[in-house]
């Protein structure tokens, strides 16, 4: 996997399948778990759980997508481009649009309007639970304040009763 040169490289992409508890820091790079299904043209998908150091900005969520490169000749030797690999911030602000572009808040002046019109939205109690989850994840990230997430959450909750 790591310190042995690939080879006969390959460009294929890992599915993050889940992401463990940073178990120790070194300033800004962190140890954590990975579970990832690597895929590439030619070589067998495999299922991998490993440990690496990754830095505070690369630490990957469940559902992200990482580019790879795998050995096709041997196939357990992969490593993870993390120079063009998507970063947190740039999750959250990919999140953050999708609201944004969805009609909730505005960019511009950090408030909310409303443009969707009700029939355009979503009102079953899963598209609901889906809209709550999405904006308690971009408030925990910090992307909306107390205000704006209390906001988000009445119009939701007014919009699919």
Do not use: Y
């Not at 959250?92 to 609201?99: K, L, M, N, T």
């Not at 408030?111 to 639970?129: G, I, K, V, W």
């Amino acid at each position: 996997m790591f310190g042995k040169k690939i080879k006969d490289p390959v460009a294929g992409h890992a599915q993050v399948l889940g992401v463990g508890v940073p178990t120790e820091s070194q300033g800004r790079i962190m140890r954590i778990r990975l579970q990832l299904l690597i895929e590439a043209p030619g070589v067998a998908p495999q299922q991998i759980d490993t440990g690496m150091m990754v830095k505070r900005v690369n630490i990957p969520q469940a559902g992200m997508v990482l580019p790879v490169t795998v050995d096709r000749g041997n196939p357990k030797r992969w490593e993870i481009d993390w120079d063009t690999a998507p970063t947190r911030q740039s999750l959250i602000d990919a999140q953050a649009q999708a609201i944004i572009d969805a009609g909730g808040i505005d960019a511009t002046h950090g408030t909310r309007h409303d443009t969707t019109p009700d029939t355009a939205s979503p009102n079953t109690a899963d598209d609901r639970l889906t809209l709550l989850e999405r904006a308690a994840a971009l408030h925990a990230d910090g992307v909306l304040t107390d205000d704006e997430f209390a906001a988000e959450k009445a119009r939701i909750m007014h919009q699919h009763p």
